[in-house]
């Protein structure tokens, strides 16, 4: 076997991101959701279910299970840290911020640290549809519609 | 007994300085290691040139002007369908429909073929193996008639289930379909054979050579098929080109599809009468430029030799298999006994998207996702792949060049 000869490009691979897409948080079930909708991006074919229990009109738990590609996996990992105690009008926000963010738009950090680990992905145009799915699918969740994908918005 | 005549190996390294994209770089300056030509084949410079020269030089409509530029451009149209023509093996140019690519030559053989036979009950045959161009155009059709359409399985190492295929025949198949190189396995069918069962059971055969022409001698008339559709830009050719050949006593019966100009005799408001084939489904101003550079591109093809080709396209599959199946965790999907140059993989506990990512940023170009076959990727229960696939241009070094991409990939990912 040949070994690797010196470091790579991690492009839009940042440390983070990788490991949280190796050790997920928030990866699993709610047996009981009050909302739960399917992402899938059939272009590409990632998938991520996305379940949430609300208190309040807000996400109080937040779980998901995905066959889809590091970025997918570990956006939908480091949502959680961003989602639990927000209500509806709070995630659309969030996820403005978010699409900002992954088109290079500038501004200050988004206040979960976390997702600004995806910064990089301004300069990958092909692949900010992964990043988006997961929260695109909380988003159908939370508005009561089964499906969502990010190739065609 | 088989005779083996010594061939001069081919100078690879000339070969590649007639492809000007080749030399460049990607990614602040690593080599483009081009892999994705079953994709779209980069273009040699004669060509680049040959569209270059139409437009600098011979740039009329073809069949109309009487002047000396547009006798000069319907000469290079009709010589290029010659060419074509002839290196498919067509008994006549007579029986080549020039086409933007495959996609239209399907469409066309299912609105002007296909849908005035169809009716309820009746049946298209296709396989799993197929490209969306070879499955969509007769479900469109299929819906409106009522008929439905059937696809044969293959085996688990990619090889088409040719018992199963000829068991499906019978006299409610209208047409049956199948790819004669599959562009996710690489498998090649065995195409005469499924020609002479269709035959038997009186079903007309379409072969999808999009993936065969640019890559192994093609004799339409040996296959005995009666429709084989192919592409030009995946021959070295420009994009928005291609063919359908199909027998003469078809091409008579079928009806055109596309109307306007070009494609009448004579038109009269109350009605009109069509031209003879092949001009009857070529309505409108053709690719001119286009078809100029393709028959370029045959003329650069044979100038190698398509037995040459398919030769070192093997020695470059023998070689690249061997490398990939020292990266850990590496699966080849498609490994039929008889196949063409295209790998597809995938490593565990790496996503196809991700390594496809990766190895570009190396400057690897290769293929990821479902390579517009959804029934395959069903098939084998995977959401994605990994494609490499090899021209003759290619060389062992890129092959090596994607296993030490493959290697960094998989050491970040897994």
């Known amino acids: ?153 | 007994m088989n005779v083996v005549l010594a061939e001069t190996p081919l100078d690879i390294a000339a070969l590649r300085a007639q492809f000007p994209l080749l030399a460049r770089t990607v990614h602040g300056g690593k080599p483009l290691v081009y892999l994705d030509n079953a994709n779209t084949a980069q273009k040699p410079v004669c060509v680049i040139e040959a569209v270059d020269r139409f437009y600098r030089e011979r740039n009329a409509n073809v069949s109309r002007a009487v002047h000396a530029l547009g006798e000069e451009a319907t000469g290079l149209y009709e010589g290029a369908r010659d060419v074509l023509a002839r290196f498919i093996g067509a008994g006549s140019a007579r029986e080549l429909v020039l086409t933007s690519g495959t996609t239209m030559a399907t469409n066309l053989v299912a609105y002007s073929y296909l849908l005035p036979r169809l009716a309820p009950g009746d049946v298209v045959l296709t396989t799993v193996m197929e490209h969306h161009a070879n499955i969509v155009p007769w479900q469109i059709v299929c819906q409106r008639t009522g008929a439905r359409v059937v696809a044969a399985p293959i085996h688990a190492n990619g090889e088409l289930d040719v018992a199963a295929f000829i068991g499906m025949l019978g006299p409610q198949v209208k047409l049956a379909c199948v790819t004669h190189v599959s562009n996710v396995l690489g498998t090649i069918n065995p195409v005469a054979e499924l020609a002479a069962a269709c035959r038997k059971h009186g079903v007309p055969l379409l072969v999808d050579g999009s993936q065969a022409v640019p890559h192994l001698p093609v004799d339409v008339r040996a296959l005995g098929c009666d429709f084989y559709a192919f592409t030009g830009h995946k021959m070295c050719g420009p994009t928005g080109t291609g063919g359908l050949w199909a027998r003469r006593e078809i091409l008579a019966q079928m009806p055109p599809f596309f109307g306007g100009g070009e494609m009448i005799r004579e038109v009269r408001i109350e009605g009109s009468t069509f031209a003879d084939p092949p001009a009857r489904f070529e309505a409108g101003t053709p690719n001119i430029a286009g078809f100029a550079g393709l028959a370029e591109a045959v003329r650069f093809l044979e100038g190698i030799g398509m037995a040459r080709i398919a030769a070192r396209e093997q020695d470059l599959l023998r070689y690249a298999t061997a490398r990939l199946r020292e990266v850990p965790g590496l699966r080849i999907i498609g490994e039929a006994p008889h196949k063409a140059a295209v790998i597809s993989f995938m490593v565990e506990g790496a996503h196809a998207h991700d390594l496809a990512t990766l190895l570009d940023l190396e400057g690897v170009a290769v293929r990821s996702g479902h390579h517009c076959a959804h029934p395959l990727m069903r098939y084998y229960d995977v959401p994605a792949t990994c494609r490499a696939s090899f021209a003759f241009y290619n060389t062992e070094a890129e092959a090596d060049a994607l296993l030490d991409a493959l290697l960094k990939a998989r050491a970040l990912l897994a």
């Open chain 1, 1 to 153: 076997m040949t070994a690797p000869a010196q470091a790579m490009d991690s492009g839009p691979y940042a440390a983070t991101l990788l490991a949280h897409a190796r050790a997920p948080r928030h990866q699993g079930t709610l047996l009981h959701p009050d909302a739960l909708a399917e992402g899938y991006n059939a272009l590409c074919g990632d998938r991520i279910t996305v379940m949430l229990a609300l208190r309040q009109g807000c996400i109080a738990e937040y779980a998901f299970r995905a066959e889809a590609c590091a970025l997918v996996v570990a956006a939908a990992s480091l949502l959680g840290e961003c989602l639990i105690g927000r209500d509806a009008e709070e995630v659309e926000h969030l996820a403005a911020r978010f699409d900002g963010l992954l088109a290079g738009a500038g501004g200050p950090p988004i206040e979960c640290g976390g997702l600004n680990a995806f910064a990089d992905l301004a300069r990958f145009p092909a692949r900010r549809k992964c990043a988006r799915l997961p929260l695109a699918t909380v988003r159908a969740a939370l508005r009561g519609a089964a499906h969502a994908n990010t190739e065609e918005a």
